[in-house]
């Protein structure tokens, strides 16, 4: 019996390693030294997808972490992934070790109890973010409370070619109508792709009378009145889009090729810079500009996210920290790289790393802070899942 017994305990399963941490960054480097993070980040970007490569060596050069990019075409698959390892008791070493994520999938898995944390706040580099003056403690409404990691900033903003659409647009409503007088010279990314549905959204905030209405959960009893306006402009677009809405691009990426030859005059973007880069890179043409509503655009953060079973939290703490370094956040905001706004407050910065930053040509496309204007506030989650839901019914179309 007596073998028995130490036969049974040699076979039972290892008990979980605590977790390192955050606030004893001495331990998390030293935990994180040859770990491997497979960081679950979208790949439909080659520059987004070639920054990543560039951080990857970084961490490794400096932290010995060993950094995997795996390309995701949306992000609730990585959510699905870690919510099936939970359920199958897989709570010590899962796939994901990092997530880059936005609203309602942080909202699902902080309310499913999938997240590491919290950390964000324990990070070196938190010092320097711009908690104040940057959306990075609530995402879509919902409370960071240290569960993720802000590293960029974005805002929409409207992609036009001043050679064939000399003049801004205002408003939805004065998009609409430049729309009916220049059928066929817009579009949008298919919903569920996140710049698609952020569109929609971006008509509902703009048109409503009082979007605040926006910030509180949708219901059966307020979701009808609300939409009504969203469903009854799209009805009127629809017919005088890209190809009468019969197709739709399939990501943001995919309309600025359209722009390039010539098939669209207008499109829409989620990043500032991104015109910028993207004539930088002969991608487009250097009468490409931007512009916002008169109103204001929806901005918000792009974060990280630490899986509650990650096998690397303490590698997936390393570059998170690293992504909020004055180095990777100046590197991001170069329009010949990514340019992305930046989450890091300069008044914080030495002399010497705002220089890095005061030094960036933004680009010939890129507004200036104060031409960006007003951030408009993203709706909380639950109404961008149904909104997303019911255009699929109404306008979908097969990929």
């Known amino acids: ?67 995997e990019h795996v390309k995701l075409t949306d992000t609730s698959d990585a959510v699905t992934r870690v919510l099936s390892e939970k359920q199958a008791g897989e709570n010590d070493d899962g796939a994901i070790d990092m997530i880059w994520i936005n609203g309602s999938n942080f909202a699902a898995m902080k309310d499913a ?9 324990d990070l070196p580099n938190w010092a320097l973010v711009d908690a104040e003056g940057k959306a990075v403690q609530t995402d879509f409404t919902v409370p960071v409370e240290g569960y993720e990691s802000p590293w960029a900033m974005a805002q929409v903003v409207f992609v036009h070619n001043t050679a064939t659409m000399p003049d801004r647009v205002g408003s939805m409503q004065a998009l609409q109508n430049w729309a009916q007088a220049n059928p066929g010279r817009f579009s949008y990314p298919q919903p569920p792709d996140f710049l698609g549905t952020t569109f929609l959204k971006q008509v ?4 409503l009378d009082d979007p605040s209405v926006l910030a509180t959960p949708a219901t059966d009893e307020n979701y009808d009145a609300v939409t009504a306006p969203l469903w009854a402009y799209l009805d009127e677009l629809t017919p005088n889009l890209w190809r009468e809405g019969k197709a739709y691009p399939a990501t943001g990426t995919a309309m600025f090729p359209l722009i390039a030859d010539g098939e669209l005059d207008l499109s829409i973007s989620f990043s500032p810079g991104a015109a910028s880069t993207a004539i930088a890179n002969y991608e487009l043409p250097d009468t490409v500009r931007t512009f916002v509503l008169d109103k204001g655009t929806i901005g918000n953060a792009s974060f990280v996210a630490i899986p509650y079973n990650s096998g690397s939290k303490a590698g997936a703490m390393v570059v998170a920290d690293f992504l909020m370094s004055p180095e990777a956040q100046a590197r991001a905001q170069d329009p010949a790289i990514l340019g992305y706004g930046t989450v890091l407050n300069m008044d914080a910065l030495t002399a010497e790393d705002r220089a890095a930053f005061d030094g960036l040509e933004l680009g010939v496309a890129t507004l200036t802070p104060a031409e960006l204007g007003t951030v408009q506030a993203e709706p909380h989650p639950s109404w961008m899942t149904r909104i997303a839901d019911d255009w699929s019914a109404r306008y979908g179309v097969a990929q």
């Open 1 to 67: 019996m007596k073998h028995l017994a130490v036969l049974a305990a040699l076979l039972a399963p290892l008990p979980a390693l605590a977790d390192v941490n955050p606030a004893d960054w001495d331990a998390v480097l030293a935990e994180a030294t040859g770990q491997t993070v497979y960081w679950n980040a979208w790949g439909g970007s080659t520059t987004t997808n070639e920054f990543i490569a560039w951080v990857g060596d970084r961490v490794s050069a400096e932290f010995g972490v060993t950094l």
């Open 113 to 121: 109890d999938l997240l590491f944390g919290p950390y964000a706040e």
């Open 204 to 207: 509902l905030v703009d048109i």
